[in-house]
């Protein structure tokens, strides 16, 4: 399996790579924390070795192994709605996720 980039979501990271010196795409890591016990961050890096990468039209995101774990399969889209702009990760291994979204479990 892998991660799905959307195009909205590629022209965003392309966009804000392009603002940042020394970056090579959008690194999504899934950490310990919030209310269902884990937690997305995000955040612009560089391409390590041990890394998975994904690419679609130019844009890549990279995703350490462990964090692959929990995201395999996921979709990234990027939503451009006034009240709730950003990027979305449409996980199918959430089981429960929490009242404010920000957090999850498998």
């Known amino acids: ?3 799905t980039i959307t195009d909205f ?3 965003k990271i392309k966009e804000l790579v ?3 010196r020394d970056t090579t795409g959008l690194r999504i890591k899934v950490v ?3 209310c269902s016990g884990l937690q997305y961050q995000m955040d612009l890096d560089v391409t ?3 890394d998975k990468t994904f690419e679609h039209n130019g844009a890549t995101v990279m995703v350490d192994r462990k964090s692959f774990l ?3 399969g996921t979709e990234l ?6 009240m709730n702009a950003g990027f979305k990760l ?3 291994n959430v089981k429960r996720a929490c009242g404010c979204g920000q957090s999850f479990s498998t």
Not at 77 to 82: A, F, G, I, M, R
């Open 90 to 92: 449409q996980n199918p």
């Open 77 to 82: 889209d990027y939503s451009k709605e006034l």
């Open 18 to 20: 392009s603002q940042k």
């Open 32 to 34: 310990g924390g919030g």
């Open 1 to 3: 399996m892998a991660i």
């Open 48 to 50: 390590r070795d041990s």
């Open 70 to 72: 929990y995201i395999n």
């Open 9 to 11: 979501a590629a022209e």
